[in-house]
């Protein structure tokens, strides 16, 4: 193994949710509880970076144990407490490298303000970027390197461990308000991606374009089918509510989706579509018989009576109507409320009405969404942040079936690229055993990552590419625009 893992947190947004309410536990091991890990502004324009606060952790257990770590990560320290990396074994603190409340960066035997190895004697400003570079053995003797922006500020050798091993097999994340951004992380062996690189950017790529698809899109989602920090609002009853969304293709708009927040045995509900009408809802495009009853919690979801074909690029006013007052989940974030909902009193007996009504405007954004079908693109489907899960996705099950995608490009030239790394969200439905491949085509070279093995739950499977397969050399900013990169079922 040469490269371990490398993040750059943005895949699992959006801005301002939590990472409970996240699917970044599909690939880390442990995230801070509730409201003390959110995603936040990245350092660079529409980025995303982590933020722990309250002296919580977010670890990834590693995949074998290591005797030495090479890594780096971008940190915005508030100063309010220690915080930084620390590297485990098996739950006892090695060695941790971060800043104290003071702006220094420290190396420590055991977690952040344990025995202190080494100290840097300039200190940062709180609220400012730097990042963090380490060369770690962790033995009784260890050897150390330690980097900030840059410029190395400390080398010796001092114990780098507390258990009786002389390797590390987690990396935990430790903020009391700090900010992480941009880690990779590799070991020493392999002839490339072994040493410290230097101030580092994990740039994510999104799906753009098919570029060679087999699978099919089995179901997409037009509207807020996630919620950012699992709030609720309350909605009175009688209420026609609606949210105004843009179909990202073309396809069959079948039912409406809401999540109820309190159980109801006798609650009635109907679904409502309408065109848009200059930016406001127009005409009624499809209703639906009434569902009763409800479950907190649990997706409730409207068939309309006849589909809507939707056409990608449109805005329509898809909602719901109640009579009975509930608590409903919201998408909107605590101090950044969109408030991007529109309701208006009505009869529920003769809902929805074929022309909608004065509404009122600002009010909560509660989570409702449409379910499409017949799409004729498989890339919208897989590029959503956060993935869509069951609600977006596409889907086979012939074996050496392959979806490929062609790729946004960076965001610029950079000095040096260590390598593409493809991820994907995946799980298996059927019984039985499945592999998959993770693929990278450069020009007209393709190479298949390791063989995988999905479970029935989703989880993030990576792959990673140190060089370019068309070229054998070092991936160049051309070389990465231009590659295509998905998922094929090897068995």
């Not at 990245?42 to 290591?66: D, E, H, M």
């Not at 374009?209 to 089918?225: M, N, R």
């Not at 639906?288 to 068939?303: F, R, Y």
Request: glycine fraction near 12%; aromatic fraction near 10%.
């Amino acid at each position: 193994m040469v490269e371990i893992f490398w993040d750059g947190f943005d895949k699992y947004g959006p801005l301002n949710s939590y990472t409970s309410n996240s699917t970044m536990s599909s690939e880390w091991t442990s995230l801070p509880p509730f409201n003390s890990g959110s995603f936040v502004a990245g350092r660079f324009i529409n980025t995303l970076a982590l933020q722990i606060t309250n002296g919580y952790n977010a670890s990834r257990t590693l995949p074998g144990n290591s005797p030495r770590l090479i890594g780096g990560i971008a940190m915005q320290p508030s100063l309010s407490g220690n915080c930084g990396v620390i590297f485990t074994d098996t739950g006892t603190n090695q060695c941790a490298v971060g800043f104290n409340s003071s702006g220094n960066l420290v190396l420590w035997q055991g977690g952040l303000g344990g025995t202190q190895i080494a100290i840097s004697t300039a200190s940062v400003t709180a609220g400012s970027w730097h990042y963090v570079e380490w060369d770690l053995t962790f033995a009784a003797s260890g050897t150390y390197k330690v980097w900030l922006d840059g410029v190395q500020v400390f080398t010796g050798t001092g114990n780098l461990k507390s258990s009786s091993n002389a390797y590390a097999n987690t990396v935990v994340l430790n903020g009391n308000f700090c900010n992480f951004d941009d880690m990779y992380l590799f070991d020493n062996t392999g002839s490339v991606n072994n040493a410290q690189r230097g101030d580092s950017r994990v740039e994510t790529l999104y799906p753009t374009a098919d570029a060679s698809v087999a699978f099919s899109p089995s179901q997409g989602a037009i509207g807020a089918y996630y919620s950012l920090q699992n709030l609720t609002g309350y909605m009175s009853n009688s209420i026609l509510y609606l949210r105004k969304f843009t179909a990202p293709v073309s396809g069959t708009l079948n039912s409406i989706s809401i999540m109820p927040q309190a159980s109801s045995s006798g609650a009635n509900f109907k679904p409502a579509v309408y065109a848009d009408n200059s930016g406001s809802p127009g005409t009624l495009l499809s209703g639906g018989s009434t569902v009763t009853g409800c479950v907190s919690g649990t997706t409730l979801t409207l068939p309309l009576t006849s589909g809507v074909s939707l056409t990608g690029g449109t805005s329509y006013w898809i909602g719901y109507v109640t009579d009975t007052s509930l608590a409903m989940q919201r998408q909107d974030a605590s101090g950044f409320v969109t408030n991007a909902g529109y309701t208006a009193s009505i009869t529920f007996s003769s809902a929805p009405p074929s022309t909608a009504p004065s509404m009122s405007s600002g009010q909560y954004s509660l989570q409702v969404w449409g379910n499409v079908t017949g799409m004729s693109t498989n890339y919208t489907e897989t590029n959503e942040v956060p993935p869509g899960g069951d609600v977006s996705c596409v889907t086979s099950s012939t074996v050496s079936a392959e979806d490929r995608y062609s790729f946004g490009s960076l965001s610029g030239t950079p000095a040096s690229i260590a390598g593409v790394k493809v991820s994907a969200m995946l799980r298996k439905t059927d019984s039985g055993a499945r592999t998959v491949t993770l693929q990278v085509k450069s020009s007209s070279t393709e190479v298949s990552g390791s063989s995988q093995s999905p479970g029935t739950s989703y989880l993030y499977y990576s792959s990673y590419q140190d060089t370019d397969p068309n070229t054998s050399a070092a991936w160049t900013a051309s070389g990465v625009n231009s590659a295509t990169a998905g998922t094929k079922i090897a068995t």
